[in-house]
């Protein structure tokens, strides 16, 4: 015999820019294909299982996703601030070379600032809660080809990385 499961609870995310989306405590919650005013292609939200235990990190991360247009761009900014040399910077112009090897075509000889503008904005995520927080907002020129600009819980940069795998980023 198969021992119960008891079915999870959702509880709404408490958001004003998607009030409809809900998460389930304890669990890792991907809300994917959301349409947002002002943005070309639908995105995804991320909710890892150790934010939806607490009712702050939630709240936290619901207030973070419902400034999706600032954070876009910010982060955006963020990326064009990037100086040649540095740690963000070689990983930026890594990300782009990839692309430009790849695409030859589209962005052989695009600018730094062309090609930041050509971003498609992915997908914002929550991770871990209290002072460990961590909130992730995801860009792409394609494919599974992700970069990924990371902030702490009061939302000051913390990093950025390339993530090559097909899912929202992680920390």
Request: net charge positive.
């Amino acid at each position: 015999m198969k021992p119960f499961k008891k079915p999870l609870l959702e509880k709404p995310l408490p958001s004003k820019r998607f009030p409809r989306c809900t998460y389930a405590k304890g669990e890792d919650t991907l809300l994917s294909d959301l349409v947002l005013l002002g943005f070309a292609k639908p995105f995804s939200l991320f909710v890892s299982a150790e934010t939806s235990l607490d009712t702050r990190a939630v709240e936290t991360a619901a207030a973070f996703f419902d400034r999706a247009d600032y954070w876009n761009a910010h982060c955006r900014e963020l990326l064009l601030s990037f100086q040649p040399g540095s740690e963000e910077g070689v990983l930026l112009e890594e990300y782009f070379k990839f692309f430009r090897e790849e695409f030859p075509k589209d962005l052989g000889e695009a600018t730094k600032k062309e090609l930041v503008k050509r971003l498609r904005f992915k997908g914002m995520a929550s991770y871990e809660r209290g002072l460990k927080q961590r909130l992730a907002v995801d860009f792409t020129l394609g494919y599974h080809q992700v970069l990924c600009m990371k902030f702490d819980a009061k939302h000051r940069f913390a990093d950025i990385s390339w993530d090559s795998r097909g899912g929202q980023s992680a920390f």
